[in-house]
């Protein structure tokens, strides 16, 4: 089993940066695949970003790509989200998740998952 904890959430004026981090425990994430999904009110969960264990693959959302930064630091077995240059449409919940070799994209493969932290960017 794998326990994931969100932190980093908070209320941002547009413009602003923001760097979300996922703290895990009961095992290493240095061999799970793990991805940010978010959540705003009324809608379904999205894909924001994810990589790969093996560091060969990272992928992210067209709406994210050139704002934001997906990194892991498998000595502290946490993973982050740096968030630069932030819209309001970047409110949401978000999630991380870490999963063995899921689409990247889809929310289904993904195994386990923390309870998220809420961003709510001011415009």
């Known amino acids: 089993q794998v326990q994931l904890v969100e932190s980093g959430g908070g209320l941002v004026q547009a413009g602003g940066s923001l760097r979300l981090s996922c703290a895990a425990s009961g095992r290493s994430l240095s061999s799970y695949d793990m991805g940010w999904f978010r959540q705003a009110p009324g809608k379904e969960r999205e894909f924001v970003a994810a990589n790969r264990w093996t560091g060969g693959s990272t992928a992210y959302a067209d709406s994210v790509k050139g704002r934001f930064t997906i990194s892991r630091d498998n000595a502290k077995n946490t993973v982050y989200l740096q968030m630069n240059s932030l819209k309001a449409e970047d409110t949401a919940v978000y999630y991380c998740?870490?999963?063995?070799?899921?689409?990247?994209?889809?929310?289904?493969?993904?195994?386990?998952w923390g309870q998220g932290t809420q961003v709510t960017v001011s415009s």
């Open positions: 998740a870490a999963g063995r070799k899921p689409t990247l994209a889809r929310s289904l493969e993904y195994d386990y």
